[in-house]
């Protein structure tokens, strides 16, 4: 069955501090990795990863996609109270499927 | 969410009452799907829709049924609710079906006692 791991579910650090969040995968027929920001309501975009290696940034925040060893990173470098959210990963395979993870908590303490 | 609409953001209804969850858009978007989140488990799709009148079934659709008469309103059905549909339901809309190009909805949260 098609799957997607989240790792650390949570994570305290403080403003300034730089966090790696981690996304791990079993899906079939991949397509693309999302990553999605959740504050206190609905989702939104932040990346769409199809390529090995290719990095997308975003200000403090990049991510990058390793499809041999099928997972990705969400980097947030200078963390910001701003930054305190759930962050969500998902894949989407080629029949239009698309899991989701559970999420990372982040909070940024000041 | 500007463009996506979602009621009632939030309900407490009774075991084995019907509820029905209203997702309303004005962007004219082709693609529409009802999320339930739950802690442990993320976004699980539910059901989605491709058009009017064309829907399909998503990862747990057991207990849910949907409609769409019109291109702007998507409607979640739970039959008979049951305390294990105590969740937080999300609408999306996306113009090509691009993922990408999701907008969510506020959520309702559902609370079946």
């Known amino acids: 069955e098609d799957k997607v791991v989240q790792s650390p579910l949570s994570l305290v650090v403080h403003e300034g501090d730089t966090v790696t969040l981690n996304c791990s995968y079993e899906?079939?027929?991949?397509?693309?990795l999302l990553w999605y920001k959740q504050e206190k309501k609905a989702p939104t975009f932040l990346f769409m990863l199809t390529s090995s290696g290719i990095e997308k940034k975003s200000g403090r925040l990049s991510s990058i996609l390793d499809k041999k060893e099928l997972f990705s990173i969400l980097n947030i470098t200078a963390t910001q109270t701003g930054d305190s959210a759930v962050y969500l990963c998902?894949?989407?395979?080629?029949?239009?499927?698309?899991?989701f993870g559970a999420g990372t908590r982040l909070t940024v303490k000041p | 969410d500007a463009g996506i609409t979602q009621s009632p953001r939030h309900k407490v209804t009774e075991t084995g009452t019907p509820v029905t969850l209203r997702c309303h858009q004005t962007e004219n978007h082709r693609y529409m799907y009802w999320y339930r989140q739950d802690p442990g488990h993320g976004l699980r799709l539910i059901h989605y829709s491709y058009g009017v009148k064309d829907t399909d079934k998503g990862e747990v659709s057991d207990g849910y049924s949907v409609s769409r008469s019109k291109t702007e309103d998507f409607l979640l059905t739970l039959e008979s609710a049951t305390s294990s549909q105590t969740s937080v339901y999300f609408c999306?809309?996306?113009?090509?079906?691009?993922?990408?190009?999701?907008?969510f909805g506020s959520g309702t949260r559902l609370t079946v006692v």
């Open positions: 999306a809309i996306s113009l090509q079906g691009d993922r990408s190009g999701y907008t």
């Open positions: 899906v079939t027929n991949f397509r693309s």
């Open positions: 998902a894949v989407e395979a080629s029949n239009n499927d698309m899991r």
